[in-house]
């Protein structure tokens, strides 16, 4: 069953990837790539996938870094995101599927709950317009920042022994994935409030791994082909994060392993809450009125 996954899993990466690479070499033969430095990119990549795969999450940091060095426009922010980490959390899928038990039904029930709420969050986050994108991701990175505290702070539930869930228990936790799915495409990481769903649930902590990361590599290709489609994402980001940020991953996986990332998170709740912040102010700052434009009311 799990070989069935993981080719189910390798072939929808592989058709993202065709869309992903058809887009990219068109749009770079028309000499329309974006500006920006492609190994400053990469960095960022590199960093976030690497933490990506200690449990940290993604989203939020690569969020906070291009917000904090004008690395992309926010309307793009979301397409970029689920775009450029798609191979990155389908490489950790593959190794923590592998090598951590789930119970087969609880898996696959709320890895397919996430894709289909990917799917459709995605035709609805393509389309938006950036205030309300900008609207959007304050909210979400708020969200995962009072997510990241109170798991912290030891509010949540430390999880259970629990392998797979049953009865009333399977049922939320697919309707959760799927909302949580949904959200994804809006930029709002899935780890933390996955886990966080995971502990409550009473299963083990370390099936929150294959749980999250498999959701995530699930939803994200059929979220990404979308975004791709409506060319609502940027498209230089995207490559460099793709290839560093897999870089990140293998070794992180099996170079690091593991390490004290306690400091880490709460630094990373601090930029994530700036960055809420800073997203608010652009969504409400008013539009200016070029100087040299007059107004109706002054003719």
Known sequence: ???????????????????????????????????????????????????????????????????????SKDKNLPGTLNVSMTIPVVLEAFIFLTVIQVEAVTLFSMLGAAAFGAVLGAGVVSKLDEKKVQMGMGVALLIVAVIMLFSQAGIFPVGGEAIGLTGAKLIIGIVANFILGALMTLGIGLYAPCMALVYALGLSPKVAFPIMMGSCAFLMPAAAVKFVKEGAYDKKASVAITVFGAVGVLVAAYIVKSMPLNTLKWLVIGVILYTSFVMFKSAVKKTEIPEDITTNEEL
């Open 1 to 71: 069953m799990l070989q069935i996954v993981l080719g189910l899993l390798f072939a929808i990466t592989l058709y993202f990837t065709i869309v992903f690479m058809k887009d990219f070499l068109k749009v770079k033969k028309e000499g329309e790539l974006e500006k920006t430095n492609f190994f400053a990119l990469g960095a960022v990549g590199f960093v976030t996938n690497f933490f990506d795969t200690l449990g940290i999450g993604s989203f939020a940091p690569t969020t906070a870094l291009f917000k904090f060095f004008h690395l």
